[in-house]
């Protein structure tokens, strides 16, 4: 029988829909309740953990108690054994004192659920001695560690478990600094390597960072995108440099790392949550949002923009939704086709296609935008 670790962290990603960009802290993730965030990564586990059932009786998997593992699997009726037990919310002694557990187990696989900083604890205690898998549910998700989805991950174990041919292969474990980028400063550290089962139509890459020979053509969409607003129109600008450089060229005050809304070429809101943009949507008259994929993962939905979630996206049509983009971002990606996970299937393929994406001053290039599970 396979053994297998599984690692929740019940808090990663709840900051991302109400805006906070992370729930590292105490303080941030009571923040995130009092904004009305509820836990995310339980769920996307969950969608990892439904692809067990199929061997269901070939594996047996440890983990700790309550929403950090138990309360998924016993929700499967998969096979599991509690070997951590805590008393109220789990605090980051509980993953630590679960991954000190994983050692002794002889394992032949370890899946754990969170962010960037759930990899950091992972590789701490881990490093190269059991093969790891991330299921993504954090706000900040950059390290090649994470599968592309939560489905993906799961299907990645299956294959590992079941086949035992897939290579295995030393990835970053990276991190931003998260005060830093609440501060809208991007913070970059490697913090180890984990051996992971390789397959790269089921694996994310790192996260690329913007060249700086492409500011000059971020530059050039923005002032595209500006020469075609419209008088009027709530424009919801997301994150990221290339749709920053909008903010700066009508010369607002908005976020870099966060989601804005502009009208009339004035800034109404700044770094705003997933209620705020439904609220401001059911008011206005007309509504575009304009968005930038993340380079290297090739992201454009589902990936450091949370707060544009499923809620906000199915109040809007593909035709409302501009791309921006460099050429060397979309070379980053490798002639792949942009990605979307919201987390529901129906808004996938809703905002799903081709799109006419603006790469410079009166430059387009023609571009496909598909669910991530496809």
Not at 81 to 94: A, F, K, L, R, W
Not at 148 to 155: D, F
Not at 184 to 204: F, T
């Amino acid at each position: 029988m396979k053994k297998i670790g599984l690692l929740i962290n019940p808090v990663a990603g709840m900051g991302g829909k109400v805006g906070l960009k992370g729930t590292d802290g105490r303080d941030v993730l009571e923040e995130a309740r009092k904004r009305g965030a509820r836990p995310e990564s339980p769920l996307k586990a969950g969608k990892a953990l439904e692809k067990f059932l199929t061997i269901k009786d070939q594996v047996i998997f440890y983990t700790a108690a309550g929403d950090m593992g138990e309360n998924q699997l016993e929700n499967l009726g998969l096979n599991y054994e509690v070997i951590h037990h805590y008393q109220g919310d789990s605090q980051p002694e509980d993953s630590y004192q679960t991954l000190e557990q994983f050692k002794k187990l002889d394992l032949d696989l370890i899946l754990f659920s969170g962010g960037d900083g759930t990899a950091r604890d992972v590789t701490k205690y881990i490093e190269f001695t059991i093969p790891a898998i991330g299921i993504p549910a954090g706000v900040k998700i950059h390290s090649g560690v994470y599968a592309k989805t939560p489905e993906a991950a799961g299907e990645l174990a299956l294959a590992y478990l079941k086949e035992g041919s897939l290579p295995l292969k030393e990835e970053e474990v990276i991190d931003i600094e998260e005060n830093a980028f609440r501060r809208d400063e991007i913070v970059i550290a490697v913090y180890g390597y984990l051996k992971v089962p390789y397959d790269d139509s089921h694996l994310q890459s790192t996260k690329s960072p913007t060249p700086q020979s492409d500011e000059g053509a971020q530059t050039s969409a923005a002032l595209q995108f500006i020469d075609l607003m419209k008088d009027d129109v709530l424009y919801i600008i997301g994150s990221g440099s290339t749709c920053y450089r909008i903010l700066e060229e009508l010369n607002l005050d908005g976020t870099m790392l966060g989601v804005d809304l502009v009208q009339n070429k004035k800034l109404i809101a700044r770094d705003v949550n997933e209620q705020e943009m439904v609220d401001a949507i059911h008011k206005a008259d007309q509504v575009h949002l304009v968005v930038t994929p993340m380079g290297g993962q090739g992201y454009l939905f589902g990936r450091g923009n949370q707060q544009l979630s499923n809620k906000v996206l199915e109040l809007l049509s593909k035709d409302q939704i501009t791309i921006l983009s460099t050429v060397g971002k979309l070379n980053s990606i490798q002639g792949k086709p942009l990605i979307v996970y919201t987390g529901d299937p129906k808004v996938d393929q809703q905002i799903s296609g081709y799109y006419r994406i603006i790469i410079g001053y009166e430059q387009y290039r023609m571009y496909k935008v598909q669910p991530a599970n496809d």
